[in-house]
């Protein structure tokens, strides 16, 4: 499908927020009988599912997310896809799904993405195309077993910031009595059911005035697990930069990526463990939530024990070491610097 020499859709790029958009195709595939469909684009945005879907009923659904930028020089590039691909597989296993090829997840992607060239935000806008593959349990069903089959697709939607603010807005973050995922549970896979049990923790603190729940550990509540949609990062005193470690969090893509450059380009001490907050809170000089929809998104103050704490520059200033992380990351992603990582993957426009 060529549509390179098509226009780029008039809209409003810089002013996008976090909210759907329609586009011209989605990709779609379906399993079957233990076989994959080949998968092909279509134009509908609808789905139909039978009423018994164990989608709809036990939550037999999970989902990815990630975003394709132009360059400069007007290519289009998506950031280490290959661990969407995965991370996608591993929670299918984890919800007894079958898992989406690497091969059919790569393709799916750039085809939606290909397809939809004239969505794609352009070079400077401050916007991108977020993509979401999704795989879900359809067919009749009613007691509690997997599907006997899915359909795996993938749409996408121009997106502006998702907390809103120039540039590099700083957030705030409120600590929750709600839990989100127990210590043996779901939470280090991005299973949908995750989320529905979050939007309490995300209301109450929205409550509070800040942007988002943070969440503690559930066996005890002491230890740091993350944000609800994004991971943490730490820069302590003493140049250590800190990142907690749970087998309840999401490993976000974000965050690997932020702390390999936070080790090999800034010569930080990287350090991936369980972080006692309360106890730690006075040695904490900086602090972000990231993700792919966050970036990297500085937390100028976090609602504990009643009370705000505040981070650097009295919550109103991002710190130079996440300033240059956000650069660093983003400059990457956009094709602005050398990819010595071998991280970006361009999608080729026919
Ligand atoms: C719960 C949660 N944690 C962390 C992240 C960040 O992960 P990534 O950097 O892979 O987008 C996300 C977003 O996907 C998320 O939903």
Request: charged fraction near 25%; glycine fraction near 8%.
């Amino acid at each position: 499908m060529s549509n390179k020499l098509e226009q780029k859709k008039d809209l409003d790029w810089a002013s996008l927020g976090f909210e759907y958009v329609k586009t011209d195709f989605r990709f779609t595939a379906s399993y079957e009988n233990g076989v994959w469909s080949e998968g092909e684009l279509i134009t509908s945005e609808q789905m139909t599912v039978h009423e018994g879907a164990p989608a709809l009923h036990y939550s037999q659904q999970c989902f990815e997310g990630l975003k394709a930028q132009t360059t400069k020089d007007g290519r289009v590039l998506l950031f280490r896809p290959d661990l969407n691909a995965q991370r996608l597989q591993d929670t299918a296993d984890r919800l007894l799904m079958p898992q989406v090829p690497t091969e059919l997840f790569l393709r799916g992607v750039e085809e939606a993405v290909r397809a939809n060239y004239s969505w794609i935000p352009p070079y400077g806008s401050g916007a991108a195309l977020y993509i979401r593959p999704f795989l879900i349990g359809v067919g009749d069903n009613l007691g509690l077993r997997p599907a006997k089959k899915y359909e795996f697709r993938v749409f996408v939607s121009p997106v502006g910031p998702y907390y809103k603010g120039e540039g590099l807005s700083i957030i705030s973050l409120a600590v929750t009595d709600v839990d989100r995922a127990a210590p043996k549970g779901t939470g280090h896979v991005k299973a949908g059911s995750n989320y529905a049990g979050g939007l309490l923790a995300t209301h109450k603190a929205k409550e509070l005035g800040a942007n988002e729940a943070l969440y503690l550990d559930a066996a005890e509540r002491i230890y740091l697990e993350e944000a609800g949609s994004a991971n943490i990062l730490l820069k302590m005193t003493g140049g250590r930069f800190v990142t907690p470690k749970s087998d309840a969090i999401l490993p976000s893509v974000t965050r690997r990526s932020i702390m390999t450059i936070a080790k090999q380009e800034l010569d930080l001490e990287i350090e991936e463990r369980p972080v006692n907050f309360l106890k730690e809170l006075p040695e904490i000089e900086e602090m972000a939530a990231c993700g792919t929809a966050a970036v990297l998104s500085p937390v100028g103050k976090v609602w504990v024990n009643d009370q705000w704490t505040l981070f650097y520059g009295e919550g109103e200033k991002v710190g130079p070491t996440m300033q240059k992380l956000y650069d660093l990351l983003t400059q990457l992603q956009k094709g602005e610097r050398e990819d010595i990582y071998g991280w970006t993957k361009e999608v080729v426009m026919d």
